[in-house]
């Protein structure tokens, strides 16, 4: 018989690859969850809220630190202006009162502070630096009230190795005289109209604060200012002096280093919106930041993110708070662009999709390698089986080699089985002859004898009377059951003995029984009966 | 299984194909690509080049992904070294912008081999729309770098308010500016008027004595090393011309931009580039703080004679250093979106400079402008553009920075060579003194 193990090789290979394909599978993804569950791994948004996090972080703490330099050097600057001031009031015999409609006294005044303060220009992280006095060369004219003198100087280029200086504001030819020339859009005096808290700030009863941002006027700069005032030993109010911080310097003194695409920083004035123009902006520092215009809606959107929300564009950040001065709290919003944050979250997505593709490919094709490689000494064995040649075999697969051991000591035992089976089928088969030799004598002795008696029979026939035989006949339809019983005994060979034994008769039951069976069959001795019944059988065979 | 497996791989180089495997362009939408630019329009002012770069980047940029982002506005006389401290890689040093707005000899200094050739990007019908004369201006071995984008010339910004005064009572017009021998004799008249200002201050004061000694047939102005020839006749004749009325205090060197003069009322006509339009003041500012409107007049640049119409042509291009495919990409739909002739003409208009296509310059003469001093300005420029003959010189930083030194001399000498020559000296003896600090200088 030949085996066939096709069938059953595929399905094996098949139950062993669903089994291995299910246990791969459900080990990832349980591990994927347990990661996910402790936090190993996370949603893009978390990750997107993490990374603004510690961007914020920085942010905040980069701008607590640069406000502070600032507000300590404007603190140190007004010191110098003061010294100065009352100085060369001192040493003009002037009160400062005096200073007012006096063009020489305020050149004078401008010309001692003009290089201290361009000093502290250079040695500060800011783009311009001013003293404002509270006077003016020209008291005659029409908008003399909103005129003021002092010396305002500004960077003209981004950088602290280099710096080449400006005349915004002062008198041009002090400017020359010290090598800075006026400014392009260029003013004598201050105009005061762009401070709108000026009475307030006339008070001098603060130490330093940072003003509203204003448009420069002519120039495409917004800037601040930081004010400390000017303040008399007794307590005249002189003026403010203190720093320009431009937009443009603000994004030069805190770029962003940061991984994240157009990554944009906004300081603005505490609030439960933003507008624009009261605040700066900065961005990433190698890269491009969108500047949002307008005034801001914000949004929570979960994962502690907040959508802000523009005319032209959207924005997802987080928030933190800087403390500018005692009274002054600015916001922070480190945010990058929506559709960034959406098209991160598609790839993200699309990763995913691919990763898991990508995943189950391998253990699918895994899996298949290994039930393939796994079966493989089975097949072999299977096949040397086929062969017949299993004793030559050794894997070193234990499991199959005692199968294969196994294997070969049931032959051996089948073998010997086979072998036992053979002989004693030889043997009864030498019976059978025997016996059927036997049998064979015995037929012809059975035939010898059968023609004894039939010769013996139409001996008797010829002894028998016909009458009474023909009343025999007749009469045997009489007899009772029991009668018959006894006959049919009687004609088996059965002694009266062996009669009483077998029907369970007393002796007279049956000696009653035969002179009825006599009497009813006309013979007079059991040699007759049986002679008669003889008779009859041999007619009936 | 086979089976399988393939499909699995139709599967996925069906949707990588579909991620975006392919694309015809280098640019994309969603991952637009950064462009670093200096330029030099609108340094202390609000500048009109910002506010385009910005309507690009809202427009055509984000379309097409690309992000044009402006590191540094400098100005043209600076923006040569800053790019040499770039190449060079100098500690703190900016890096090399990706886009720059330059004079051909900054592209020269740059490189060919580095530079974006526009020929490759424009075609020969797009390039044939430029003016004929300003493309020969951005030609480095025949291939075209620097691209034009707007041009300047020097004219005359007089204070208007102050020059009605002096008109009023000294009876001279502006047709009293039509050659430089009629404008020095107004010069003269005004320094008595305004009791001793300048008429003029120069912006580049050897520009004009250059462009005088053209005039006058020079044959040899410039010695090898592309410094003047002091030895020159006409040169020598021109700088006589033009120094002797600084020496006498009628005209003066400006400490940088005359604009700056003009502003505090040191003098009444600045001579300098159309392109300081941008940077006037709108008042005067006088040392008692009193303070008058400018509106500024603009006047063509004196002719050495009524025969001799002569204009310098300066301004710079755009030039784009060449790094990537992608880059010179998106370098090249900036460019093209930045000279579309509208758009050229809105912007020049707002930074004083000539337009560069053929179809602008048609459609000046038909210009409405929104202000006076404006109107000033191209008429004086479609005048010049239509009766005078244009003048240029390749300027190599080394003598531009000669040319400073020289003016910082004649500054520093000034008011001693007026005390002398208020003193009697033979002026032609100052002349030669000037002469010889130009010579030292070679």
Redesign the interface.
Known sequence: MQLSFKSKERSMKRKLFVYMFFLVTTISITLLMGLFLFGRLGTTEQDFHKKLSIQSEYSTKNMESYWDDLASMNIALADNMEAILETTLANQGLTFQQLQDN?NAIYSLENDMIQPLGQYLERSNCSGAYVQLDT???ST?DNAQT?RSGVYLQK????Y?KEDL?LYRG???IG?KHGI?????????FDITLVPDYEELKKGNFDYSLSNIIQLP???ERIALLRVPLVGKDGTFYGLCGFEISQSWFKFAHPQPSTLNHLTCLLVPDSDSIITNEGFSTGSQN??Y?MPNGDLSIKPIGNNLLRIISK?RNYIGVKNTVKISKNQTYSTYVMILDSDYN?AIVKSN?ELF?FT?VLL?FV??GC?FFSQRYLSPILKGLEQLRKDNKNSMRYDVQEIDDLLDFLSSKDYEVENKMLTLELEMQENRKKLEQIENEHELIQREYDKARVEVERLAKKREADVDEEEYKRFLECLATLTRKEKEILDLYVKGYSSKDILETLNITDNTLKYHNRNIYSKLGVKSRKQLLMYMTLLNNKRS | ?KK??KY?LV??LG?CNL?GCSSKSLLDK?NPV?LTMWHVY??????PM?QLIAEF??TEGKDKGI?I?VT?I?NASKIGSELEESLSKEP?ADPMPDLYTGHIHNAKQVGLDKSVVWNDVFTEKEISNFVDEFLDAGMLEDKLVDLPLSKSTIVLFMNGTQFEKFSNDTAVSLNDFDTWNQTFDVAEKYYEWSNGKPLLCFDYLLNSIESYAIALGTKNMFTENGWYNTEDPAFKEAFRTFLEPLIKGHISAS???S??EL??GETLIGVSSSAAYL?????V?Y????TEPLNAIALPYPKADKDHALMTQAGVGLCAYKTTEQKQEAASVFAHWLVEPKRNMDFVIQAGYMPVTKKAFKNLKNEKFEDEETQSLYNTLTEMKSDYTVISREVPNAISRKAYAFYDQVRSHQQEWQARANAGEDIDEIVDEAMNILKSLS
């Open positions: 063009p003016t060369i020209n004219l005129q003209t280029t981004m950088s190795s400006i008198i041009a030819n020359k020339m006026p400014h392009r859009k260029w003013r004598q005096e002519y120039t495409g890269g491009f969108y032209n098209r699309i691919f593709i490919l699918f094709l298949s | 299984m399988v497996i699995l599967f996925g949707l991620y969603d950064t609108g340094e202390q002012a609000n500048s910002n980047n809202e992000i982002n540094k400098t703190g400490d940088f931009y604009s700056t502003t505090t940077y006037l003041n709108d008042i500012t040392p008692d703080n009193t």
